[in-house]
């Protein structure tokens, strides 16, 4: 039953940062349950690995490696995407980095490379998307925000900062393109065992906060850690990790949505 309420059988869908971790997850999920996948990712033989995974698994799948990070690239990237595969029919901006430093130890490189990677990658691959979405009158974009969108934790100010923007740049993407049919939402995950965050996994400070009962063990599907335990330093409430709809007054309103299907399983 779960299966035919999510139904993305002749659905395009192109996830950036979909090499590895939540990414790849992501692209695996929609291609369950029948979306043609776009990988797009920086290490070209990362990427061609999780390509032939999905391939393997009786997917149909390709692979677009162009750099999110350069508007031209992005622009470039989707124009050859909906040329040579077709209509991009769902975007997922996932791509995103980490570097933890002390904030006022804070190397400015790596300031503007957290921005290009995380917040400026979402604008570009967005924009280039929408403009073709818009004549189609259909779309959705989902941008993967974080748990950092609403507390903060030492040593990340700037990717708090990154994640907050992508929170109110999908708040604008609804203001400005709810009106021509587009869906734009957000998804904050918690915690994941994912390359992105392997430095907490090794930390053992940071590990004793973990609630048994929510880390996956070995070979188990990754879920969701609670945050809240691991954020009790910083003075701030976590809010849900569940998805929330970022949508304006210009589509239907909805508070908080659970599933990624949610957001996908609308007729158009």
Not at 87 to 101: K, P, V, W, Y
Request: charged share 20%.
């Amino acid at each position: 039953m779960a299966f035919e309420l999510f139904e993305l059988t002749g659905k395009r869908a192109l996830v950036t940062g979909s090499s590895q971790g939540i990414g790849f997850a992501l692209a695996q999920g929609l291609a369950k349950h029948g979306a043609e996948i776009v990988l797009n990712g920086r290490d070209a033989g990362k990427l061609d690995a999780a390509a032939a995974k999905l391939a393997a698994a009786g997917h149909k799948v390709s692979v677009a490696g162009f750099d999110v990070t350069q508007a031209q690239a992005a622009k470039d990237g989707v124009e050859a995407i909906e040329k040579n595969s077709g209509a991009i029919d769902i975007l997922i901006n996932n791509a995103g980095m980490q570097f933890r430093s002390p904030l006022e130890d804070f190397p400015v490189d790596k300031w503007e490379q957290l921005l290009a990677t995380n917040i400026s990658s979402a604008f570009y691959v967005g924009q280039a998307v929408a403009r073709h979405m818009i004549p189609r009158g259909q779309g959705k974009i989902i941008n993967i925000a974080s748990v950092q969108s609403e507390l903060a934790r030492p040593g990340i100010a700037p990717y708090t900062a990154t994640k907050g923007a992508i929170k109110n740049l999908t708040r604008g993407m609804c203001a400005d393109w709810a009106k021509h049919g587009l869906q734009i939402n957000a998804i904050a995950p918690g915690y994941f065992k994912t390359p992105l965050n392997q430095a907490l996994v090794d930390n053992p400070e940071f590990t004793s906060c973990w609630n048994s009962e929510h880390r996956p063990g070995a070979g188990e599907t990754s879920t969701n850690w609670s945050a809240s335990r691991c954020s009790c330093r910083v003075g701030l409430r976590p809010s849900s990790t569940a998805i929330r709809s970022m949508s304006t007054a210009a589509s239907p309103p909805v508070s908080r949505i659970t599933r990624l299907q949610d957001l996908l399983n609308c007729t158009g």
